[in-house]
């Protein structure tokens, strides 16, 4: 399966973002997926997942209550709706999937986006 981010940009503190990732090449139902991201100088972190038909998701503490995660298999695409951006959110931000179970982990995702870049000012 290809993925492809949208929906990055500069924002003020404050503000919300939705993140869109968009997958083709395969039947997206079949993934489980979900969002890293990576901050400069920084190791890749998890932010949320959900599972392959949307019955069961997880957060990082950092976004939790703020950042939502849904998808839409019917329109083979993924959402990170992130509301109360705070400047410590700035980074480049990834959708992934993997085939098997739900995961937090960076290294149990074989699938990659290319990456979109949020930043928040202060």
């Known amino acids: 399966v290809q993925l492809q981010a949208s929906g990055g940009g500069l924002v003020q503190a404050g503000d919300s973002l939705r993140l869109s990732c968009i997958a083709s090449?395969?039947?997206?139902?079949?993934?489980?997926v979900g969002w890293f991201r990576q901050a400069p100088g920084k190791e890749r972190e998890f932010v949320a997942a959900?599972?392959?038909?949307?019955?069961?998701?997880d957060y990082a503490d950092s976004v939790k209550g703020r950042f939502t995660i849904s998808r839409d298999n019917a329109k083979n695409t993924m959402y990170l709706q992130m509301n109360s951006l705070k400047p410590e959110d700035t980074a480049v931000y990834y959708c992934a999937a993997r085939s098997s179970s739900r995961s937090s982990l960076r290294y149990d995702y074989h699938y990659w986006g290319q990456g979109t870049q949020v930043t928040v000012s202060s």
């Open positions: 959900i599972s392959w038909n949307g019955g069961g998701t």
């Open positions: 090449g395969r039947t997206f139902g079949w993934y489980n």
